[in-house]
């Protein structure tokens, strides 16, 4: 897991977290506005509400905790706190992605169980699952705006990325052959145009 870069000369340093505290917080705060999607709420809050990340370095990060087991967002979880402050970081970032929320939902299973029967909580968890799946392409096609920085041509970006949706969505591969597949071409790829 990388630390973040030093910034050129002459620029301006994006902001950071003041302690492991601030993650626990920012974490906490984000893990409760994502109901079935927290993704494109971390995104908002890290790249554009508090500027801790670029983009790039966003979209970097997704892929190394989209390689990793687990849920992807608690992947990001870990791999943003360590990213500022080594193991502690990304334990504080952790638990800020599940102590109140684990709580939240043991509540809201309790209350679920209840009420489940009833048509208007059924209609209103298909009502989210809509919204969810709204927040999640915004997303993509806000992250989608840094392939025109890839080391690769935008056809040859667009081209794995296409065959990567193909595999998963149409053919239903298993997700972690489409990785080594064509990740494994991506990263060939770019490591060639990037060798001098």
Request: with cysteine; net charge positive.
């Amino acid at each position: 897991m990388t630390q973040p870069p030093a910034p050129p000369p002459g620029s301006v340093p994006h902001p950071r977290p003041r302690s492991r505290r601030d993650l626990f917080v920012a974490f906490t705060l984000l893990a409760l506005q994502g109901f079935g999607g927290v993704l494109p709420v971390v995104q908002r809050e890290m790249v554009e509400r508090r500027r801790w990340m670029t983009q790039e370095d966003f979209v970097e990060e997704w892929a190394v905790a989209q390689t990793m087991p687990g849920p992807n967002v608690v992947n990001l979880s870990i791999v943003i706190g360590n990213r500022y402050f080594g193991v502690s970081g990304a334990l504080a970032a952790l638990a800020g992605m599940l102590l109140v929320p684990s709580l939240v939902v043991l509540a809201l299973a309790t209350v679920y169980a209840q009420f489940s029967d009833n048509p208007r909580v059924a209609g209103a968890l298909r009502g989210m699952g809509a919204v969810t799946a709204g927040m999640i392409a915004a997303t993509g096609i806000k992250l989608a705006a840094t392939l025109t920085r890839h080391p690769l041509p935008l056809p040859v970006t667009a081209t794995l990325a296409g065959l990567a949706i193909v595999a998963l969505a149409a053919l239903r591969l298993p997700m972690p052959g489409v990785l080594a597949v064509v990740g494994g071409i991506g990263c060939v790829l770019t490591w060639r145009r990037l060798t001098p």
